[in-house]
């Protein structure tokens, strides 16, 4: 016992270490500096560690597994069935945990009913419960769980469960203190007829609903509509006649401040319904096939007070200038905007420089219509822009350039699969503007070390013969994209192989040079 908690000690602190020197006359050798140390401040550097390293120390010594048990907040479980057996004294240990985690394959056999139960009376304390995969529990399982569990429950999520609506009209029902709720995946729902929806539409204090791969998402109607006091709403590749349920909805969401829509079903018509949502402050439509001009007019009419817009008009050509000119001309206090696929020109953004004076983040990606000229537009007319992103356009050498000499306030430069930008525009950039933080994908690059050498020797000569060095650096991407990784890997996996093969050819010529 003396030997392990002498070498846990070490780990904790530098000044243990002094504990492994030949001790002096009246001193102990096994003496255990940690026992100095309060269970707040122990319960602080646990709070430090990793996942493995956590589960590690608590096992050094009695004193340190209940310290680390006690101050345990967020535990994640495997939620397999013989896991059952275990459950009560894991519960009995970590009793204050308020965030858990059950996540189980769906080709095993999960947690079932019974243990659910159980943690609903084992964790008094748990605020966040997260179930994935588990198949085993059922409606009347998750009706047990929200009669008996913690009144201070505030978010739960599930995915690729085996309860329906029923079982989620119980959560919320029972559970007054929900704010969060997120459903994904929930295959029992496909077989659930319309009139189980009505039974949702009960009185909660949701203020987050997240609906993500739902092949019957028009369920939630009902709900949507019964919480008055919800703020954020994501819809995510969920089934449904969007359009209507947002007509049925609108009038109730008075507080919604944030809507996320992708890859759903709504036009026009569902648009203008949203416009009745006048506290909207966040706004992002990817992949709606059937919004328009007139849509987006209207929301921007309505929702007066949008500070973030991000538009993926999925190369349609069914948002352009007249959109954007709406945006502009009701959404003054626009800060962000984000414009994928979206058939923007010089004339439209002229009309958001014009009008929306505090515009501090803009993305245009994904369009063949933004070009040289649309960044002469940015770079003389967006004096508060300070991150801009640019990716997959056809722009030159040339907009680079006019970004150096225009935007003063800008501080990050993105450049994404732009072909036709060379790598000494980027260098030449970077030593005119030291303080901007600029980024280059590899699959823009087209330039070569003469270009980057000529563009260095091009400041320098007018830098009085004071040598400057070129430095890059990371920045957070405005828009992501999945490509981006599969392209890395594929040019590292290139350069590898390239470079076997040069050693092998040059190892190959030295030998036969030496024979």
């Known amino acids: 016992m003396g030997q392990a908690s002498s070498s846990s000690c070490s780990s904790v602190s530098p000044s243990c270490s002094a504990t ?17 140390l309060p269970d707040e401040c122990l319960a602080t550097i646990f709070s430090k560690l990793g996942c493995e390293d956590r589960n590690a ?3 050094a010594c009695r004193r340190w597994k209940a310290v680390e048990s006690k101050c345990r907040q967020r535990l994640i479980l495997r939620a397999r069935s013989d896991l059952s057996p275990f459950l009560p004294h ?39 419960l997260k179930l994935k995969g588990c198949v085993e529990i059922t409606d ?37 203190g929900l704010e969060d709720l997120s459903v994904k995946r929930l ?30 998402g028009q369920l939630f109607s009902p709900l949507i509509r019964s919480s008055k006091r919800l703020r954020t709403l994501i819809v995510c590749r969920s089934a449904g006649d969007w359009d209507r349920i947002f007509e049925e909805t609108a009038d109730a969401l008075t507080e919604l401040t944030e809507l996320q829509i992708d890859n759903v079903q709504l036009g026009d018509w569902g648009l203008s319904a949203v416009s009745k949502c006048r506290s909207l402050e966040v706004l992002f439509i990817s992949r709606a ?6 849509g987006i007019s209207a929301v921007a009419n309505g929702c007066r007070k949008l500070r973030k817009i991000h538009l993926d008009g999925c190369k349609f050509n069914r948002i352009g200038d007249n959109g ?32 929306c004076r505090n515009l501090e983040r803009m993305a245009l990606c994904n369009t063949d219509s933004v070009g040289d ?33 225009g935007c003063p306030n800008l501080i990050k430069l993105k450049v994404k699969r732009c072909r036709s930008v060379t790598k000494a525009s980027i260098c030449w950039l970077k030593l005119h503007r030291r303080g901007l933080v600029v980024s280059m994908d590899a699959g823009s690059m087209t330039g070569g070390r003469e270009e980057e050498a000529a563009a260095q020797e091009g400041v320098d000569g007018g830098g009085h013969g004071r040598s400057r060095r070129v430095t890059s650096s990371a920045t957070h991407l405005v828009c992501g994209s999945k490509g981006t990784m599969v392209l890395r890997s594929k040019l590292s996996s290139a350069a590898s192989v390239l470079l076997v093969k040069r050693g092998s050819g040059s190892s190959s010529t030295s030998h036969t040079a030496h024979r």
């Not at 096939?289 to 007139?294: E, I, P, Q, S």
């Open 20 to 36: 492994t020197h030949p001790a002096t006359e009246g001193e102990s050798t096994n003496a255990d500096l940690t026992l100095l």
């Open 187 to 216: 295959r029992k729902l496909d077989l659930q007829p319309q009139s189980h929806a009505a039974t949702m539409e009960v009185e909660n204090g949701l203020q987050r609903l997240c609906l993500k791969d739902l092949h019957n």
């Open 90 to 128: 894991l519960l009995l240990r970590f009793e204050n945990v308020s965030i858990l985690a059950l996540k189980c394959s769906r080709k095993l056999i999960s947690l079932d009913d019974r243990a659910l139960a159980r943690i609903a009376s084992g964790l008094p304390r748990l605020k966040k």
């Open 140 to 176: 009347d399982g998750l009706r047990s769980f929200s009669l008996s569990c913690s009144p201070s429950l505030k978010k739960f999520s599930c995915g690729s469960c085996g309860f329906g609506v029923r079982g989620l009209n119980w959560i919320v029902s029972n559970c007054k």
């Open 289 to 294: 096939t059937d919004c328009t001009d007139a």
């Open 373 to 405: 000229a649309e960044m002469l537009c940015v770079a003389e007319k967006f004096g508060a822009l300070r991150k801009l992103c640019v990716k997959n356009c056809p722009i030159t050498d040339s907009g680079i350039e006019v970004i150096g000499w």
């Open 324 to 355: 954007l000119a709406s945006i502009a001309a009701k959404c003054l206090d626009l800060q962000e905007i984000l414009l994928m696929g979206v058939a923007v020109s010089a004339a439209g953004l002229n009309s958001l420089a014009e009008n």
């Open 57 to 59: 120390s608590s096992l």
